[in-house]
């Protein structure tokens, strides 16, 4: 009997490169308050957690004004920066073969459900998973921890047969949270160091390290004892 049967997939940095869509749009709603970027790797560190909470915290927003810089970031990413984005090359390829084998999938995002949905329908990436879930426009439903139980309690998944994989310590953090494995993926942003010191059970430094590392999993009893020879 697998171990492993519900792969829960970050979003951002994970299936797709938002880089150019997210910068811009978080550059559009800085300039409203007449901060100005030398360039827009200096916004990389937006890609992944809440919105609002990266305005407060790596800004120095208040609320108040973290509140209209979300706001201010959805004028422009709804009509051009949900769209620049791309779909990381072999995503496709490991989701067919996730399918493939019977894995069920699912999407646990921080971004809003409705931008997710669009942008998984837009790349033909939607077939491939049962439920797609982010947060919701007023706000709530923003930290990856309860995003992760959402989908479990939603789709009545057991936290010891889901595997979370996502590239920044939120993802991490919240899978623990959940009691979820998880994987903690290079190929996005966030560095080795962070996912590892967020206690990440696996690293994936390439798309294709997914797909073995699950077989790995699959290969050891519940007690942890492998069955390779």
Same mark, same amino acid.
């Given at each position: 009997?697998?171990?492993?049967?519900?792969?829960?997939?970050?979003?951002?940095?994970?299936?797709?490169?938002?880089? /150019?869509?997210?910068?811009?749009? @978080?550059?559009?709603?800085?300039?409203?308050?007449?901060?100005?970027?030398?360039?827009?790797?200096?916004?990389?560190?937006?890609?992944?957690?809440?919105?609002?909470?990266?305005?407060?915290?790596?800004?120095?927003?208040?609320?108040?004004? %973290? !509140?209209?810089?979300? %706001?201010?970031?959805?004028?422009?990413?709804?009509?051009?920066?949900?769209? /620049?984005?791309?779909?990381?090359?072999?995503?496709?390829? !490991?989701?067919?073969?996730?399918?493939?084998?019977?894995? !069920?999938?699912?999407?646990?995002?921080?971004?809003?459900?409705?931008? %997710?949905?669009?942008?998984?329908?837009?790349?033909?990436?939607?077939?491939?998973?049962?439920?797609?879930?982010?947060?919701?426009?007023?706000?709530?439903?923003?930290?990856?921890?309860?995003?992760?139980?959402? @989908?479990?309690?939603?789709?009545?998944?057991?936290?010891?047969?889901?595997?979370?994989?996502?590239?920044? /310590?939120?993802?991490?953090?919240? =899978?623990? =949270?959940?009691?979820? /494995?998880?994987?903690?993926?290079?190929?996005?942003?966030?560095?080795?160091?962070?996912?590892?010191? %967020?206690?990440?059970?696996?690293?994936?430094?390439?798309?294709?390290?997914?797909?073995?590392?699950?077989?790995?999993?699959?290969?050891?009893?519940?007690?942890?004892?492998?069955?390779?020879?």
């Amino acid at each position: 009997m697998n171990r492993l049967k519900h792969l829960l997939f970050d979003l951002d940095g994970t299936l797709t490169d938002p880089k /150019e869509g997210i910068t811009k749009s @978080v550059e559009y709603a800085l300039n409203k308050f007449g901060v100005q970027i030398e360039h827009l790797d200096l916004l990389i560190p937006y890609i992944g957690p809440p919105l609002y909470d990266s305005f407060i915290q790596l800004s120095a927003f208040s609320e108040a004004n %973290a !509140l209209q810089a979300v %706001a201010y970031y959805r004028e422009r990413y709804r009509e051009l920066g949900m769209f /620049e984005n791309k779909v990381i090359e072999g995503i496709p390829q !490991l989701l067919e073969d996730l399918q493939r084998k019977g894995y !069920l999938m699912y999407v646990a995002t921080s971004k809003p459900t409705v931008f %997710a949905e669009q942008i998984m329908k837009h790349y033909n990436l939607d077939s491939y998973f049962q439920h797609i879930a982010g947060s919701n426009l007023d706000g709530t439903r923003s930290k990856k921890q309860e995003v992760i139980q959402y @989908v479990l309690t939603h789709n009545n998944i057991p936290s010891e047969q889901s595997l979370m994989i996502g590239d920044r /310590e939120h993802d991490i953090i919240g =899978a623990k =949270a959940c009691g979820v /494995e998880s994987i903690g993926v290079t190929f996005g942003y966030g560095s080795k160091m962070e996912l590892n010191n %967020a206690g990440a059970d696996h690293i994936a430094d390439q798309v294709e390290d997914i797909g073995v590392i699950i077989s790995q999993i699959q290969s050891q009893d519940p007690l942890g004892r492998s069955f390779l020879v």
